[in-house]
C-alpha cells in the first residue's frame, strides 16, 4: 500500500496480511439469499482481504471497519492489482486516505491509522467471534469509521434484520468504553438497500453515532468505477468520484459544518458551529441505550467577543416568514427581508435567534472582549487554538487552566478532593467522547459529566463553552466555594442533561451564564445517595442569566432534597426564555426543610411552539406526538416523594413510610413578568401539598402576565 502522499507516509512502517475467505457463492448457497455485492456482479469481491497496520506513533489513532471499498489485496484474477480501496485510481483517491487527510487537516495531528477487512463478519454475523477486534478496541482509537454491510446477505424476513441490527450494534460495543468513546460514523452501503441501512442506523444511534447514508452515490453511473476495469464487479465499486463523495460525508459525521446559518458579522463572514439539540421533550431513566438520534436536530452557534453593539445579518438554508431574538427583555428588533435577517445586539450577552418557532435555533455567544493576560500567564495548563482530545482531565489542588477562544477540548473537566482550582478562558469543553453509562444515575459516583466537582473548595469557571455532556452538563457535589461566571451551556440532548446541578454543596455564585438544557436547568439538589453526609445546600446566589428548559424545570430547588437544610437561596435577574414543566419550582421529593429562598426580577418566556412533555416509559422506539401549544407553570410548589408508589423512581432500601414529607418556609416571589406569546396557552401556578402537609409562608408580589397584575 502506498501512503507516500501528503501525510508523510512511507510504504515501509506497513505490515501487510492476508487472509483468505471461502468464496461467497458458498455462502450464498448456504444462506439461500444473494448480497448486494452478487446483485452488483463483485462474485469475487473480497475473495482475498487485506489487513494493514501502520506503525506511526503519537498524534490521533483511527480505525477504519470496512470490506473491500475500504481496502482489497492483489487479485490478478479479477484485474485488481492493487493495495487499496476498490476501485479508487489510486491510494490517495480511496474514501481511507482521503478521510484520513481529513482527520490530520481538522486536528492538526498525524494519524495512526488501523485498517481491517471485516468481509467475513458480514458474511458469518450471527456467529462472528466478535474477540476478534479486541486489539484494535484496545488501541482505543479516536476517530471510527465504520463502512459495512455490502456483503450482507439479503436480509428476508424480521429475524434476519434484527439479527444483523444485534450484530452491529456488538461490534460497535466493543469500542464504546465509558471513558474513552471514539468519535465515530457508521456509513450506508454503496449500493442502495433500505433495510440494511435502517438496521445499521438504528444500531448507530443507540450509541449516538452519526449514520451516513450513501446509497444515492451507488445508484448514480458516475460515482462507479465503470468502463475502467473489465471486471463488472470491481467497475460497480466507488471510482475516484464515489470514492471522494463517500469520504466527504464521512467528514461530516466526523465534523459537522452545516448548521443551516450563514452569517456577517457587521459585515464580516462568521463562522457558525452545528450543535445538536433535543426536538421533542421525550425523557426516559436508566435507558440500556444513547438517546436515539431520530430525536435531535441541529441548530446553529455563533461565538464572538465585541466591547459594545453587534450587527448580525443572518441568512438561513430555509423559508421562514416570523424572526425572533430573545431574551425579549434585550430589545432586539429583527428586520426580514428576501430570506435574511438583520439585526443589532445592544451589548455583550447570550441571544437565540428563533425562526417560525423555537426549533433549529441560532444561539449568539457575545462574549465581552477579554484577552485574559494573567490567567494564561498563570496558567499551568494550556489548551491552544485546534482540537485536543484528553477525555478526562484530572484537576489537582492549585491548577490554572487556560482554553484559547479557539481551542475545541473533548473531555470531561474533573475536580476532585482538590481546592484552589481555576479555569477560564472563552474555549469549548466537548462531553461526545464520554459516554452515558447504560442503567446508571448522574450522581457523583455516575458519569463523566462534562465538568464535575466533587469534595473540593475554591474552584472557579470562568468563560468556556460546554457542549453535548453525557449525563449532567456542570455538576458539584459536597463542594464549597465554587463561582461559575460566563459558562454556556448548550447541545444538551441527551437523556437527563441537566444544565448545572449545586448538589449538597455552600456559597455557590453562578452569574451571567446561558444555560440550554434538555433537563433541568440550573438546579440545587441534595442527592440521595449523599443523604448521610449532612452537607446541606446553602448560600447560593444564581443572578443575570439566561436559561432554556427543553424539558423539567428551570430554576429548580429538588426534586433531590436529601440534605439537613436548604437556606438562604437567591435567584435573581434572568431571563427564562423557553420552560416546560415548571420555571420557577420547589420541587421537593426527599425530607429536606427548605427556608429563606427569594425568586426576585425573572422574565419568563413563553412561546406558542413549545410542546407537552412526555415521559418516554415504552422504550427506544415509541413514537409520541409531543402536542403544541403547550404551556406548563410558572411556579411550582410541591412535596410529593421522590421514591416510591407512584412515581417514576424506585430505591433499594427506601421505605416512604418512614420518611418525612419536605417542606419549605418564609419563600419570596417578587416583580416576575410574564409574556406569553399569542396563541400559547396561559401559564398555571401549581400548589400540591401532600395530605397532612401544609407549606409555611410564602410572599407572593409583583407577578404580571403580558403587563397585567395578577393576584
Request: net charge negative; proline share 5%.
Amino acid at each position: 500500500m502506498d501512503w507516500m502522499g501528503a501525510g508523510g507516509y512511507h510504504s515501509s512502517v506497513f505490515k501487510v496480511f492476508l487472509f483468505f475467505f471461502s468464496a461467497m457463492s458458498i455462502i450464498a448457497q448456504d444462506t439461500g439469499a444473494l448480497s448486494d455485492a452478487e446483485e452488483h456482479g463483485s462474485l469475487h469481491m473480497n475473495a482475498a482481504a487485506a489487513e494493514a497496520a501502520t506503525e506511526t506513533s503519537g498524534g490521533v489513532r483511527v480505525v477504519f471497519l470496512g470490506n473491500s471499498i475500504t481496502l482489497h489485496s492483489v487479485l490478478p484474477s479479477i484485474g485488481w492489482m492493487n493495495e487499496w480501496g476498490m476501485a479508487a485510481s489510486a491510494a490517495e483517491k480511496d474514501y481511507v486516505h482521503l478521510v484520513t487527510r481529513g482527520i490530520e487537516r481538522e486536528t492538526g495531528r498525524r494519524a495512526d491509522v488501523r485498517i481491517r477487512n471485516l468481509a467475513d463478519f458480514e458474511r458469518g454475523f450471527k456467529d462472528y467471534d466478535f474477540g476478534r477486534e479486541k486489539d484494535l478496541a484496545d488501541f482505543n482509537p479516536d476517530f471510527l469509521v465504520v463502512a459495512l454491510g455490502e456483503n450482507v446477505p439479503a436480509l428476508q424476513t424480521g429475524e434476519e434484520r434484527l439479527a444483523f441490527r444485534d450484530a452491529v450494534k456488538k461490534l460497535l460495543a466493543g469500542f464504546m468504553r465509558e471513558r474513552s468513546t471514539p468519535i465515530a460514523v457508521v456509513r450506508g452501503v454503496f449500493w442502495k438497500n433500505e433495510w440494511k441501512d435502517a438496521m445499521m442506523a438504528h444500531a448507530a444511534s443507540d450509541f449516538s453515532i452519526p449514520f451516513v447514508p450513501t446509497g444515492d452515490l451507488g445508484d448514480d453511473p458516475s460515482m462507479r468505477a465503470t468502463g475502467l476495469f473489465k471486471h463488472t464487479g470491481v467497475a460497480a465499486h466507488p471510482g475516484d468520484k464515489g470514492m471522494a463523495a463517500t469520504a466527504a460525508r464521512i467528514l461530516e459525521g466526523l465534523f459537522p459544518k452545516a448548521s443551516g446559518y450563514e452569517v456577517w458579522d457587521d459585515g464580516r463572514p462568521a463562522k457558525v458551529l452545528p450543535v445538536r439539540l433535543s426536538r421533542q421533550p421525550f425523557n426516559q431513566w436508566g435507558a440500556d441505550y444513547q438517546r436515539p438520534m431520530d430525536q435531535t436536530e441541529i441548530g446553529g452557534l455563533l461565538k464572538f467577543e465585541t466591547e459594545g453593539a453587534t450587527t448580525l445579518r443572518v441568512r438561513p438554508d430555509r423559508t421562514f416568514e416570523k424572526a425572533v431574538v430573545r431574551p425579549l427583555s434585550a430589545g432586539v428588533k429583527p428586520v426580514v427581508a428576501e430570506g435574511e435577517v438583520t439585526f443589532t445586539l445592544p451589548r455583550p450577552g447570550y441571544y437565540v435567534l428563533e425562526l417560525d418557532g423555537h426549533h433549529q435555533p441560532l444561539e449568539i455567544f457575545a462574549d465581552p472582549a477579554r484577552d485574559f493576560a494573567r490567567e494564561r500567564t498563570e496558567a499551568n495548563i494550556v489548551f491552544g487554538p485546534g482540537i485536543h482530545m484528553p477525555v478526562v482531565v484530572k484537576l489537582q489542588s492549585g491548577d490554572r487552566v487556560y482554553l484559547d477562544k479557539d481551542a475545541f477540548v473533548y473531555g470531561s473537566f474533573q475536580a476532585d478532593g482538590v481546592e484552589d482550582v481555576e479555569v477560564s478562558g472563552y474555549g469549548i469543553i466537548c462531553g461526545t467522547r464520554n459516554l452515558r453509562v447504560a442503567g446508571n444515575h448522574c450522581y457523583r459516583e455516575g458519569m463523566d459529566g462534562a465538568v464535575r466537582i466533587i469534595d473540593s473548595k475554591q474552584v472557579r469557571f470562568d468563560g468556556p463553552t460546554v457542549l453535548d455532556s453525557s449525563c449532567w452538563c456542570v455538576a458539584a457535589f459536597n463542594s464549597s466555594d465554587l463561582e461559575f461566571s460566563r459558562i454556556k451551556v448548550t447541545a444538551a440532548w441527551r437523556y437527563n442533561t441537566d444544565g448545572i446541578d449545586i448538589c449538597n454543596s455552600q456559597r455557590v455564585r453562578i452569574r451571567d451564564c446561558y444555560v440550554h438544557a434538555f433537563d433541568d436547568a440550573i438546579v440545587l439538589k441534595g442527592n440521595w445517595p449523599l443523604r448521610d453526609r449532612r452537607d446541606p445546600v446553602e448560600d447560593v446566589l444564581v443572578e443575570r442569566c439566561v436559561c432554556w428548559c427543553s424539558w423539567g424545570r428551570t430554576l429548580e430547588i429538588g426534586l433531590e432534597t436529601w440534605a439537613p437544610r436548604f437556606r438562604r437561596i437567591a435567584f435573581r435577574d434572568c431571563d427564562l426564555i423557553h420552560n416546560n414543566h415548571a420555571a420557577l419550582s420547589l420541587h421537593l421529593g426527599g425530607p429536606a426543610k427548605v427556608e429563606d429562598v427569594t425568586y426576585r426580577d425573572i422574565r419568563i418566556e413563553y412561546a406558542a411552539s413549545e410542546e407537552e412533555p412526555i415521559y418516554q416509559g415504552g422504550g427506544r422506539d415509541q413514537k409520541v406526538d409531543c402536542k403544541s401549544p403547550w404551556t406548563g407553570n410558572w411556579l411550582s410548589e410541591e412535596n410529593g416523594k421522590m421514591f416510591g408508589p407512584g412515581t417514576s423512581y424506585e430505591h433499594d432500601g427506601f421505605d416512604p413510610a418512614k420518611e418525612p414529607y419536605g417542606t419549605f418556609d418564609r419563600a419570596t416571589v417578587d416583580n416576575i413578568d410574564i409574556t406569553v406569546e399569542e396563541g400559547a396557552p396561559l401559564p398555571r401556578r401549581l400548589t400540591r401539598p401532600q395530605p397532612g402537609t401544609t407549606f409555611g409562608s410564602i410572599s407572593i408580589t409583583n407577578v404580571r402576565i403580558n403587563g397585567k397584575p395578577i393576584h
